[in-house]
């Protein structure tokens, strides 16, 4: 615990629902950001509603914060979210080999998915008023895969016969989130977006990028300064804000 990043709350529960709605339910109230840790979540969620697989050992956190930012720079924050996320595991694995950034939000290992990240903000007048940055990793246990042709789950344990408690994981997830938010803070989303980039998976590859309208194939180009996706397709380039990617 010497290195918990000053200013930053930490919260250990036994059990919870969930870590995203404990964060909602304590969000407007607090002064600072604060981490919430669920050793065991009984309704845990993911992207778009869906179900998170929670088995017992796996690492499931929130990191509840009020940013002063318009909402496009607070949803840049899953970039920063990962980049941590990235940190943790080479740090407790001490190694980097293996592990890839995947858009918009998981961290792969070997090629399987590791961990995912999801953002919820709440605000009004256009304003947010709290953000919610909640991050599962499969820490021990690997759970079953949700989507059709999505990449199959990994874990740490599994893959690098490294193990690790939730808590030690977060104790080490903290103070790297602490570093690349300073980083963020001070410097903006470029040297975010140039270290994500560095360990994107696929870049430079055919995906498919899943919207909610059409499935559209192209090569992984960059992300650009809005964090969107871009893809060089037969039809052109395209920015691509929100999807599922596939490869």
């Given at each position: 615990?010497?290195d918990w990043p000053q200013g930053?709350?930490?919260?250990?529960?036994?059990?919870?629902?969930?870590?995203?709605?404990?964060?909602?339910?304590?969000?407007?109230?607090?002064?600072?950001?604060?981490?919430?840790?669920?050793?065991?979540?009984?309704?845990?969620?993911?992207?778009?509603?869906?179900?998170?697989?929670?088995?017992?050992?796996?690492?499931?956190?929130?990191?509840?914060?009020?940013?002063?930012?318009?909402?496009?720079?607070?949803?840049?924050?899953?970039?920063?979210?990962?980049?941590?996320?990235?940190?943790?595991?080479?740090?407790?694995?001490?190694?980097?080999?293996?592990?890839?950034?995947?858009?918009?939000?998981?961290?792969?290992?070997?090629?399987?998915?590791?961990?995912?990240?999801?953002?919820?903000?709440?605000?009004?007048?256009?304003?947010?008023t709290h953000v919610a940055i909640?991050?599962?990793?499969?820490?021990?246990?690997?759970?079953?895969?949700?989507?059709?042709?999505?990449?199959?789950?990994?874990?740490?344990?599994?893959?690098?016969?490294?193990?690790?408690?939730?808590?030690?994981?977060?104790?080490?997830?903290?103070?790297?989130?602490?570093?690349?938010?300073?980083?963020?803070?001070?410097?903006?989303?470029?040297?975010?977006?140039?270290?994500?980039?560095?360990?994107?998976?696929?870049?430079?590859?055919?995906?498919?990028?899943?919207?909610?309208?059409?499935?559209?194939?192209?090569?992984?180009?960059?992300?650009?300064?809005?964090?969107?996706?871009?893809?060089?397709?037969?039809?052109?380039?395209?920015?691509?804000?929100?999807?599922?990617?596939?490869?």
């Amino acid at each position: 615990m010497s290195d918990w990043p000053q200013g930053y709350g930490r919260r250990v529960l036994a059990e919870v629902d969930s870590t995203m709605a404990e964060a909602a339910r304590i969000g407007p109230g607090l002064a600072g950001p604060e981490w919430i840790l669920g050793l065991r979540q009984t309704a845990g969620r993911g992207r778009r509603g869906r179900a998170w697989r929670d088995p017992e050992g796996n690492f499931a956190a929130t990191l509840v914060m009020r940013p002063d930012a318009p909402p496009d720079q607070v949803a840049l924050r899953s970039f920063v979210a990962a980049l941590a996320l990235f940190d943790a595991c080479v740090a407790v694995t001490g190694r980097a080999e293996g592990y890839a950034l995947k858009w918009p939000n998981d961290v792969l290992l070997n090629g399987g998915k590791l961990a995912g990240i999801l953002l919820e903000s709440s605000g009004q007048g256009g304003r947010i008023t709290h953000v919610a940055i909640g991050i599962g990793v499969n820490l021990v246990n690997v759970p079953p895969a949700v989507d059709d042709g999505a990449v199959a789950p990994v874990s740490l344990a599994g893959e690098t016969g490294v193990t690790v408690t939730p808590e030690a994981f977060l104790d080490v997830l903290a103070p790297a989130w602490a570093r690349r938010e300073q980083v963020f803070r001070d410097y903006g989303f470029a040297p975010i977006r140039e270290a994500w980039l560095a360990r994107a998976a696929r870049l430079g590859e055919e995906i498919v990028a899943r919207t909610a309208r059409e499935d559209c194939r192209g090569v992984f180009e960059t992300v650009d300064e809005q964090g969107n996706l871009v893809l060089s397709t037969p039809k052109g380039r395209r920015a691509i804000a929100a999807a599922e990617v596939f490869f």
